[in-house]
C-alpha cells in the first residue's frame, strides 16, 4: 500500500451553539492522506485554528516526503517529516501541521486493521472518559457566567473551565466583517474582585455538585502577568477548592511555575504552548505543574503525547488533555489516548464548533454524568463527505488572533 495524495480541507464552521454565547466563526484545517487502497486517513491540525490559510502551503512542503511511502509506517514518515524541516518544525506551525498529517496515519492504520486507535494503543483501561466543558465561560458578567455554567450541567457536564477575563460580544455587524470575539483582559486591581465574586456566586448556586477550574491564558500571550499577581489569584481562589489553574505564566517562565506550584494549594496546569518532549522536559523535570496540557494536534501527534504522558507519569504527574481548537479529528484522537491511559485525568470538550463535531465524529460524544463512552469505530472514527466540505465551506481571515 502506496500514498497517493495529501490534501487539506480548510473548514469554517459557527463558534458555538450555546445560546448564551457569541456566534463568531471558527476554522480549522484537515488533512487527508489517500492511498492506493482506496482507504483515506483524516487528522487535524491545530494550526489551522490560528492562521488557516498557512497550513496548505506547509502540507505542499511536505507532501514529497509522504508520496509513494507506507503508510503502515509511522514513526519512520513522521521522523522523516521532522528531518525534512529540523530548522523550522521543532515548534509552531511545522510542529502542528506534522501532527495533523500523524494523526491522519493513524486514522489509516486504524480503517486498514478494522480497529478503533485505542486497541493500537493497547486498549481501553476504562468504559466511561471523564470530560469537562470548556470554550466559554468567562467571568462577566456573573449573571452570563450562572447561565452558561448551567447549560453545561443540563448538558450533562459535571465541570467546567472559567476564563480569569471576559469575552466581549462585537456586534453584529463587526461579527459579520471579522468573524471572531475578542478576549478582554481585566485590570489587575479589578480581576481580584472580579473572580472572587463569580466563583463566590458559583458555589452558591451549584455548591460543589460541579467542579471548577480556572484558566489564566498567559502561556504564550503579549505582555503576561508576573508570578506575584499569579500568586496573588491563587490566593483568593484557595476557597473555592478548585480541580487546577490553566496556564497561570507564560510558558517559558519555568522558574515562575517552580515557584507558584511550591506556594499554590490549587493543583496548577500547562503546557497546550508547548511542542515536543523537548521542550515538555523542563516543565516536567523541575516540578512546575502538578497535571501538563499536551495539546495533541499541536504537540507532534499521537506517538508525542504518549512519550509525553510517559515522562510525566514518571515524576507523578497527571495529563489533562488540551483540545482547544479541535472541530473532529483532534478530538477523537484525544478521546481515544484518554480511553487507553490511565493517567489521563480529563479530556476537555471545547464547545466551539459543536455542529461540525456531531458531523465529522461517527461515535456518540454524548455526556452523561461528566463522561463519554469509549469510540468503537475504526481509525479515529471521523468522517468528512464533500457534502460536509461544501456545509463548511471556508471564510477567509477567520483564524483567531491573540
Not at 478494522?114 to 472518559?129: C, E, F, I, S, Y
Not at 507523578?316 to 479541535?326: L, V
Request: glycine share 8%; net charge negative; proline share 6%.
Amino acid at each position: 500500500m502506496k500514498i497517493t495524495n495529501v490534501i487539506t480541507h480548510l473548514l469554517t464552521s459557527r463558534w458555538t451553539d450555546d445560546p448564551a454565547f457569541p456566534h463568531a466563526l471558527h476554522s480549522t484545517a484537515v488533512i487527508r492522506i489517500e492511498t492506493d487502497s482506496g482507504v483515506d486517513g483524516l487528522g487535524e491540525s491545530t494550526w489551522g485554528y490560528f492562521a488557516p490559510e498557512a497550513v496548505p502551503a506547509m502540507v505542499e512542503y511536505f507532501k514529497p516526503v509522504l508520496m509513494g511511502k507506507d503508510p503502515m509506517e509511522i514513526s519512520k514518515l513522521t521522523r522523516e517529516l521532522v528531518d525534512d524541516s529540523v530548522w523550522w518544525s521543532r515548534s509552531g506551525a511545522g510542529c502542528s501541521v506534522i501532527s495533523g498529517i500523524e494523526l491522519a496515519l493513524w486514522d489509516l492504520r486504524g480503517k486498514i486493521l478494522k480497529q478503533p486507535v485505542h486497541q493500537l494503543l493497547g486498549g481501553a483501561v476504562r468504559h466511561r472518559v471523564p470530560v469537562y466543558a470548556s470554550g466559554g465561560p468567562s467571568l462577566w458578567p456573573v449573571e452570563d457566567l450562572v447561565r452558561k455554567v448551567d447549560y453545561y450541567a443540563k448538558m450533562g457536564y459535571r465541570a467546567t473551565k472559567i476564563s480569569t477575563d471576559y469575552y466581549d460580544i462585537p456586534s453584529t455587524d463587526e461579527l459579520q466583517h471579522q468573524g471572531r470575539i475578542n478576549m478582554v483582559k481585566f485590570p489587575f486591581s479589578q480581576k481580584l474582585d472580579v473572580l472572587v465574586e463569580g466563583f463566590t456566586k458559583l458555589r452558591e448556586v451549584f455548591g460543589h455538585d460541579i467542579d471548577l477550574a480556572v484558566d489564566g491564558h498567559q502561556g504564550a500571550v503579549p505582555n503576561p502577568i508576573p508570578v506575584s499577581e499569579a500568586v496573588s489569584i491563587v490566593e483568593a481562589l484557595e476557597p473555592f477548592r478548585l480541580r487546577f489553574y490553566e496556564e497561570p505564566l507564560a510558558y517559558t517562565n519555568i522558574d515562575g511555575y517552580c515557584e507558584l506550584r511550591a506556594r499554590s494549594q490549587i493543583p496548577i496546569a500547562g503546557g497546550e504552548s508547548l511542542c515536543g518532549l523537548d521542550q515538555f522536559h523542563s516543565l516536567i523535570a523541575r516540578g512546575g505543574v502538578h497535571m501538563i496540557q499536551p495539546d495533541i494536534g499541536f504537540v507532534g501527534g499521537i506517538s508525542e503525547t504518549v512519550r509525553i504522558m510517559h515522562h510525566a507519569e514518571a515524576s507523578n504527574i497527571s495529563t489533562t488533555i488540551h483540545t482547544g481548537a479541535s472541530m473532529g479529528p483532534s478530538l477523537a484522537a484525544s478521546w481515544h489516548l484518554a480511553a487507553a491511559s490511565y493517567s489521563v485525568d480529563w479530556l476537555e470538550h471545547v464547545l466551539a464548533a459543536t455542529s461540525i463535531q456531531k458531523d465529522m465524529l461517527i461515535d456518540d460524544f454524548s455526556v452523561n454524568d461528566g463522561t463519554v463512552g469509549v469510540p468503537t469505530a475504526p481509525g479515529l472514527g471521523v468522517k468528512l463527505t464533500p457534502e460536509l466540505i461544501e456545509k463548511y465551506r471556508f471564510v477567509p481571515s477567520s483564524g483567531e488572533r491573540t
